[in-house]
Every structure is written in C-alpha cells, then in structure tokens.
Nanobody, 126 residues
Framework: QVQLVNTGGGSVQSGGSLRLSCVYSGRIFSRYCMGWFRQAPGKEREAVARTSSDGTSMYADSVKGRFTISQDNSKNTLYLQMDSLKPEDTAMYYC????????????????????WGQGTQVTVSS
C-alpha cells in the first residue's frame, strides 16, 4: 500500500507561480509511475504531468513549457512546479501513483493510476 499526501496549493494571480508537493510512503516497487492530475468544476479529470521510473516525463499540451514535474527520492517527494499560471489552471490538483510492468504504461490511458493523494486546490485569478 502507498500513501500520498498533497501540499502546496493556494491562490495566485495570473502569471504567478506555485509549487505543489506530494510526499509518498509505503512500499514503492522498482517500476512505477507518478503523476499530477487536475479536475476543474464541471470538467473531467485530466493528466497534467506524468513521470516513469526510467525518468521519462510527459505533459499535457496546455501546460508544456510552464509546468515541470520532478522527484526527490531522498525525500520521497514528488513536485509540480507551476509557472506562468493562467486562470484556466484553476482546479483541484491530485498526485497519483501506479506500479507497472513496463514504463510505457505510465502514459497509456488504458492503465489507470490507483493510488491517490487527497488533492490540493489551486486558484488563479486574472
């Protein structure tokens, strides 16, 4: 079992920055996926940024060049650095994890992440 705890949300003006953190604990297998997802009111949840155990990362087109996913294994922490924030980035953000047999599964929508943090709200005002 894996536990994920989100921190770092808040309110910021358009153009500002925030960094989200996700501390994970429990048994982490050698081949894993970790990612950030978001859900705005009335919208479906979407994958924002994902990373696999081989270091590959992928981003939603809407955040490319503005968001950066990173990981500090010494602190068991996953980060999402969000720069140049826009009002349309307003959402509840969740970190998530999945253990897989192959790294490509991290980026394939057929494989759903099954460990989730509690979420943290990000609000960007214009």
């Amino acid at each position: 079992q894996v536990q994920l705890v989100n921190t770092g949300g808040g309110s910021v003006q358009s153009g500002g920055s925030l960094r989200l953190s996700c501390v994970y604990s429990g048994r982490i297998f050698s081949r894993y996926c970790m990612g950030w997802f978001r859900q705005a009111p009335g919208k479906e949840r979407e994958a924002v940024a994902r990373t696999s155990s081989d270091g590959t990362s992928m981003y939603a087109d809407s955040v490319k060049g503005r968001f950066t996913i990173s990981q500090d294994n010494s602190k068991n922490t996953l980060y999402l650095q969000m720069d140049s924030l826009k009002p349309e980035d307003t959402a509840m953000y969740y970190c998530a994890a999945l253990f897989v047999a192959y790294d490509y599964m991290c980026f394939n929508p057929d494989y759903e992440y099954n460990f989730w943090g509690q979420g943290t709200q990000v609000t960007v005002s214009s």
